[in-house]
């Protein structure tokens, strides 16, 4: 199935270093999600970016829609513990006045204290 | 708020058997949208369900099958089970396009 690529796919950091990851896509979307899921748990919603170049933030969180409306990034700042866990990205595909979500391979966060 | 529920959490089926998944939206939502998750192919889109009709479907063979009741609430059935379709499966339920929640899913196990 059609996945959208995502990077880097794992990533160990420090307790208390800025995180970066993106997502990027063959096809322009209209809405990205970031979604972040635990083990045995669904996907939460963390941040929903609507505009190209729109550049959206929800505490440590930091996200942006990327201007060729291709990609998107996500950013966390001082992470933390509780911030180990998988990120997903999701971006919006339209078609015939409906709509479904395409989901990014995922970004594996290992944070070391 | 109540958010999105699935029954039951875990499953476990036999191969050939069938199996019936329940998923009731956040309250006020009308869009349930239905995915499974692999290890080895992510979440990928199953089909979409908005006031009691299927708008939306993904690349599953017809054993998928799911519908809408009136109060929104969902169900999925997969029929003839496989190995391969042990996976867990998430719905998801939205009051716009503009965002999507979804429940805690579904650890179906097929042996």
């Known amino acids: 199935g059609q996945q959208l690529n995502q990077s880097p796919q794992s990533m160990f950091i420090q307790e208390g270093e800025d995180v970066s990851m993106n997502c990027t896509s063959s096809s322009i979307f209209n809405t990205w999600l970031w979604y972040k899921q635990d083990p045995g748990e669904g996907p939460v919603l963390l941040i929903a970016?609507?505009?190209?170049?729109e550049l959206t933030s929800n505490g440590r969180l930091t996200a942006q829609f990327g201007i060729t409306r291709k990609d998107s990034f996500l950013n966390i700042s001082a992470s933390i513990p509780s911030d180990v866990g998988i990120y997903f990205c999701?971006?919006?595909?339209?078609?015939?006045?409906?709509?479904?979500?395409?989901f990014g391979t995922g970004t594996r966060l290992k944070v070391l204290a | 708020k109540a958010g999105v529920t699935q029954t039951p959490r875990y499953l476990i089926k036999t191969r050939g058997q069938q199996v019936t998944l329940s998923c009731s939206p956040i309250s006020g939502h009308r869009s349930v949208s239905w995915y499974q998750q692999t290890p080895g192919q992510g979440l990928q889109f199953l089909f979409e369900?908005?006031?009691?009709?299927?708008?939306n479907k993904g690349n599953f063979p017809g054993r998928f099958s799911g519908r809408q009741f009136s109060n929104s609430r969902s169900e999925m059935n997969v029929s003839t089970l496989e190995l391969g379709d042990s996976a867990l499966y998430l719905c998801a339920s939205s009051l716009s396009a503009r965002e999507q929640y979804f429940g805690p899913g579904t650890r179906l196990t097929v042996t």
């Open positions: 369900y908005f006031s009691e009709t299927q708008r």
């Open positions: 970016l609507y505009k190209a170049g």
């Open positions: 999701a971006g919006q595909e339209r078609s015939s006045g409906t709509y479904k979500y395409i």
